[in-house]
């Protein structure tokens, strides 16, 4: 089944504790992105990858880093998380660029305490 | 600042009417209108989509309006059902996707 897997579903931690939320797509995709969903405030995209070894920012990047060493994985790195990335998190991949498509991941539930 | 202004922000209708939602932008740069569809617990889908060119699109009981010279498309979803209870996302693109707000449609039986 073509399916974009995140782990974890949900997630508490607390400040400054460093933590990675896989995402990982099974249709060879080569565009994949991060995205936070808050409130009245509708997906706002963290980063982005064209390709591996390529990525680069989008609306919201602060406090958050990302790698692209396989096509299949991006993962979302939160090296010291705070209070304010308590939010849920959308993965999402497409086959070639942001026109595309979108397949977006289940989402990640994060508190950060 | 949120690049796609969306409205409602959440709306009630029967079984059987006409849910509307709408969305403005000012980047004349956008050139592609997605709609998303989101049920709880779950992420977006795509449900429409409509490039600047086309002043409507229609699939099914769910068509896209696009008045580019106001900068603003719609959703209207006709003869909603319950099925269609979701949040529904907005979407321009030119290099980056930009998300409206979302509005939360709930249909009554």
């Known amino acids: 089944e073509a399916q974009v897997t995140q782990n974890p579903r949900y997630l508490i931690t607390v400040t400054g504790k460093k933590l990675t939320v896989t995402c990982s797509q099974n249709?060879?995709?080569?565009?994949m992105s991060w995205y936070r969903q808050d409130p009245g405030l509708g997906l706002r995209q963290i980063y982005y990858?064209?390709?591996?070894?390529?990525?680069d920012k989008g609306d919201v990047p602060e406090g958050y880093k990302v790698s692209r060493k396989e096509k299949r994985n991006f993962p979302l790195i939160l090296e010291s998380p705070s209070p304010n990335q308590t939010s849920l998190y959308f993965c999402?991949?497409?086959?070639?660029?942001?026109?595309?498509?979108?397949?977006f991941g289940p989402g990640t539930r994060l508190t950060v305490l | 600042q949120q690049q796609v202004k969306q409205s409602p922000q959440s709306l009630i209708v029967q079984k059987g009417g006409i849910s509307i939602i709408n969305c403005a932008y000012e980047n004349t740069a956008f050139d592609y209108f997605p709609w998303y569809q989101q049920f709880p617990g779950k992420g977006p889908a795509l449900l429409i989509a409509?490039?600047?060119?086309?002043s409507e699109k229609k699939e099914g009981r769910f068509t896209i309006s696009f008045n580019k010279s106001a900068k603003q498309f719609s959703l209207h979803i006709m003869d909603s059902q319950p099925g269609d209870s979701a949040t529904y996302f907005c979407?321009?693109?030119?290099?980056?996707?930009?998300f409206g707000a979302g509005t939360t449609v709930t249909v009554r039986a």
């Open positions: 979407a321009a693109i030119d290099y980056k996707l930009s």
């Open positions: 409509i490039r600047p060119d086309v």
């Open positions: 999402a991949s497409s086959s070639g660029t942001p026109w595309d498509t979108q397949y």
């Open positions: 990858s064209m390709n591996v070894e390529v990525t």
């Open positions: 249709m060879n995709h080569e565009y």
